[in-house]
């Protein structure tokens, strides 16, 4: 008995040091090292460095940018969102089942993708949006320029306001309206109950998926990429690639990178600092798990209309920019007329079986997303074992790590591991396939804590302990109890992280080399050197996978459900 | 089924690493050129000498060079050959001793043409890229003809040159206009409000979507894309700026055979005759141009071009690059 007792506590201790060595390679080590390259210069402490680089124009400038360009699309997205979300669950909005889903489909759109349709229809003077205004009725100006500040934000909306709507859906839906109904009982009109009861209830929702976007957008490189540096908008992650790439790679424009970097980091934790603080005064016990029917809003006249206005949203953001990339991407070169001779299934074919680069990055891209997500999963699920499950000293370190890939933005991790990787600390990953891997697990390990963590804490202590009671070892209470019971978390962190990894930019672009181009990069690069038809049909074969892929997964995720 | 999956998905993870283990033993040639002209080189070259397997890696000149540094870094440059625009890289390569001097006998044919006057043999120009004014003939009904149309009205708002901290062929035309006009032609083109584009690929398809009226532009891509059907033409102002690719051979290179074999083929009237029929300059005057493309006969070429001292040019790379881009975004 007190043999199988030791031997238990040497598997704890052996997989809580795993645990806490995985994350400290993959996670700590990286962000360690931008500090370091950041406030270390020479072997000394160095703030004056820090401050030069910070107060050069052009860094304070994108510094600027960042915080401005994550403002706006966060007040937007936090707007159209909630609007969206109140629709859905709070009106007789006529189907309302399947405009939910509808909104939801801007997630799977690659933000990048949509700003590259963007530039097609309302570049200044030849988006087909602008060029059909101007024609028509003679106007000298473009109706919208899409290379500003508020263009960036627009399009950032688009594709990021799902995350506010279904932050807030769940929410309103959960939320007892009894409250409400008391209120209107007691004499309070429509306005005062919104803005009394709904609103404060609804308040720490609201907030956490805005602090979410504002946490994506300031480290995000495609759109501001796409549609800001022609008019000289850079913001941190854009401004970070310029520089390595102009010197290519030189420690220079790398160490102003960990300085950008560090700012990054910084903010992304108050941010969520900030997020911790609302939720945990805003847990309120009156949004229990009770599936309560909260009263529909009459729309009366409203309702038709403002189904029109969701379904002409839709089209406008998801439909229109979707054919415009597949219609692009049929063009035989770019700045032809749409007109059935000049359209063609050739690119297609082109990249598809012909060009090297399309088929290599559509190669890479698979191959990298299924070993992230594979080595991930199982990696998660050990973690969040030992986060959730056992009892052992030392927790604390763990916990801590753990917190880490969420707070850390995929710009930084990049940084990160061609800091770590690059040779001078014994392993040389720089420009193969594996430094993409290797930054892909940090980035992703987040998705798979959460989601595996999540699935753990279902699984009640006491099934673990009758197993260990019957005399079954830990090894086999893990393989024959707990393991089987939260397939279904590791599944989900599966599909979480592969289907992201097809479409990833913002780590790859910093990390590929010629022959490890991915999807991202290969569309990115491809629109960059003037192939635009090419990379257009490219980013339309990558929407079929996207979109075929979360089908398919939708369809998976349902069937479990149901048993 | 759970089985099937995982066995799946560790044949992935094999293969992910296959893939990076996959190394050809013959030839391996690093190039910044387009897919086509560089594919057309290989297939000549693979029908002459079938018995090399010849392979290549196409990509921008700065990641080609950031993938040099790595590999030379971790003691061995998988390249045997490089071929790109950047002629300062290979200055710079050649002072760090990177560069194994072979003169090829092709560079002592009377009709070779050589751009460099201080030629040792550490490399030579394989093509001698030039770059024009491409515009939109929709817009455009007078063809430009002089550098100076460019701050005219019609222009206003409307002439792109790729940024030349992403595109090595726009910073070697930014030195080569600044060298002949001096700083005020850039100033009066930022007064015309000219724009900064992206790479100098795209600068063409902004102008074949009429979102620039004319564009600086690399002769074969503005080729390329007329020969599909853009609505663009390519017109040369007097002064002519050429940007030569020079190729080279990595020092102690694996596959040192097979690399000067391709460098000979390279600088041979057959390759010289596919270059010239991608639309852009060879280096050889025995090649004739097809007349479809409207560029002059090589040596012509390279007498009405605008000349500058290479070394210095690199020099001041980052300088230049800043003045540039804070003029034209006026900061």
Redesign the interface.
């Known amino acids: 008995m007190s043999a199988s007792r030791k031997s238990g506590f040497g598997a704890a201790h052996f997989i809580l040091g795993l645990s806490i060595a995985i994350l400290v390679i993959v996670v700590a080590v990286p962000v360690l090292l931008i500090f370091l390259n950041a406030f270390w210069a020479n072997g000394k402490f160095n703030l004056t460095d820090v401050v030069a680089v910070l107060s050069e124009?052009e860094t304070y400038q994108a510094l600027l940018n960042s915080v401005f360009i994550a403002s706006g699309t966060t007040i937007g997205s936090t707007i159209v969102g909630t609007f969206f979300a109140w629709l859905v669950t709070r009106t007789d909005l006529p189907f309302k089942k399947f405009m939910r889903g509808m909104f939801l489909v801007p997630f799977m759109l690659p933000s990048f993708i949509g700003a590259l349709a963007w530039k097609m229809l309302l570049?200044?003077?030849?988006?087909y949006i602008n060029?059909f205004f101007m024609d028509t009725f003679g106007l000298e100006e473009p109706v919208f320029n899409i290379y500003s500040y508020l263009g960036i934000m627009a399009v950032e909306v688009m594709y990021l306001f799902p995350f506010v709507f279904i932050q807030v859906c769940g929410a309103l839906e959960r939320m007892d309206p009894t409250l409400e109904e008391s209120a209107r009982i007691s004499g309070a009109g429509l306005f005062t109950i919104t803005r009394k009861i709904t609103i404060p209830l609804v308040l720490p929702s609201i907030l956490s998926g805005s602090l979410l976007i504002m946490l994506y957008s300031m480290a995000h490189f495609g759109t501001v990429a796409v549609l800001g540096?022609?008019?000289?908008i850079y913001n941190i992650p854009t401004l970070i690639y310029?520089r390595i790439?102009?010197s290519?790679?030189s420690f220079a424009s790398i160490r102003t990178g960990t300085v950008l970097a560090s700012v990054l980091v910084v903010s992304a934790a108050f941010i969520i600092w900030l997020q911790g603080k609302v939720l945990g005064r805003g847990r309120y016990q009156i949004i229990a798990g009770k599936s309560f029917r909260p009263v529909e809003l009459k729309l009366r006249a409203l309702r038709w209309p403002l189904l029109i206005f969701c379904l002409a949203y839709i089209g406008f953001t998801i439909v229109l920019p979707t054919v415009v990339i597949f219609l692009v991407g049929g063009l035989?070169?770019?700045?032809?007329p749409f007109t059935p001779e000049?359209l063609s299934l050739d690119n297609y074919k082109f990249i598809l079986f012909e060009?090297?680069?399309t088929k290599d990055a559509i190669?890479?891209s698979?191959?990298?997303g299924?070993?992230a997500a594979?080595?991930t999963m199982f990696a998660g699920v050990m973690i969040s074992y030992v986060i959730v499950k056992m009892k052992v000293r030392g927790k604390g370190i763990l916990e801590f790590l753990g917190m880490l890939p969420f707070s850390v933005p995929g710009s930084v991790i990049a940084l990160g591991v061609i800091l770590a990787w690059?040779?001078k600390y014994g392993v040389?990953l720089?420009?193969?396939?594996?430094i993409i891997?290797v930054a892909y697990i940090a980035r992703y390990m987040a998705f798979s804590l959460k989601a595996n963590s999540a699935a753990l804490e279902q699984v009640h202590d006491s099934l673990m302990e009758a197993a260990r009671a019957c005399g079954a070892t830990m090894w086999q209470t893990l393989r024959d109890i707990v393991l089987p019971l939260v397939r279904p978390g590791m599944l989900a962190a599966f599909f979480l992280i592969f289907l992201p990894s097809l479409r990833e930019l913002t780590v790859s672009i910093m990390l590929?080399?010629?022959?490890t181009r991915t999807v991202g990069v290969a569309i990115y690069?491809l629109?960059?050197?003037?192939?635009?038809v090419v990379s257009a049909a490219l980013a339309g074969v990558a929407l079929v996978l996207i979109i075929t892929g979360q089908t398919v997964i939708n369809r998976v995720s349902a069937r479990y459900q149901r048993g | 089924m759970r089985n099937r999956l995982i066995t799946l998905m560790l044949a992935a993870v094999f293969m992910l690493g296959l893939a990076a283990e996959a190394a050809s033993q013959s030839l391996i040639v690093y190039t910044s050129m387009k897919e086509s002209l560089i594919g057309r080189i290989r297939d000549g070259f693979i029908k002459k000498y079938p018995d090399i397997k010849m392979d290549y890696q196409s990509a921008g000149a700065g990641k080609l060079m950031a993938k040099i540094a790595a590999e030379h870094e971790s003691g061995k440059i998988l390249a045997d050959v490089l071929w790109t625009s950047e002629v300062p890289d290979f200055y710079k390569m050649k002072e760090e001793g990177k560069l194994e001097k072979y003169v090829s006998q092709a560079t002592k044919d009377p009709n070779y043409l050589n751009p460099f006057n201080d030629y040792d043999g550490h490399f030579a120009a394989a093509r001698l890229g030039t770059l024009g004014i491409a515009y939109n003939t929709k817009s455009i009904k007078n063809p430009p003809r002089a550098w100076d149309d460019l701050f005219t009205p019609p222009y206003k708002n409307a002439f792109g040159i790729a940024n030349p901290a992403l595109s090595g062929t726009a910073y070697m035309s930014v030195a080569l206009l600044e060298k002949q006009f001096g700083w005020g032609f850039f100033d009066k083109l930022a007064a015309n409000k000219a724009r900064i584009g992206k790479g100098s690929g795209q600068v063409v398809d902004d102008t074949a979507s009429g979102e620039l009226a004319a564009s600086l532009a690399v002769d074969y891509i503005a080729n390329d894309k007329i020969a599909k059907g853009a609505p663009l033409a390519l017109v040369y102002p007097p002064e002519m700026l050429i940007a030569p690719s020079p190729v080279a051979i990595i020092k102690n290179a694996t596959n040192m055979e097979s690399a000067k074999k391709f460098v000979d083929y390279l600088l041979s009237k057959e390759a010289q005759t596919l270059i010239a029929e991608e639309g852009t300059l060879p280096a050889r005057d025995d090649v004739s141009m097809p007349s479809k493309y409207g560029l002059p006969q090589p040596s012509e070429a390279l007498k009405r071009s605008i000349k500058i001292n290479y070394p210095e040019m690199m020099a001041k790379k980052e300088s230049t690059v800043k003045k540039f881009v804070d003029t034209l975004q006026k900061k």
């Open positions: 124009q570049s200044p003077r030849a988006g060029r540096i022609e008019n000289g310029e790439h102009e290519a790679g035989k070169t770019y700045g032809l000049n060009y090297q680069i190669f890479n698979v191959t990298l299924l070993s594979f080595i690059s040779g040389n720089y420009n193969t396939v594996w891997l590929y080399a010629p022959t690069t629109n960059e050197d003037g192939e635009t």
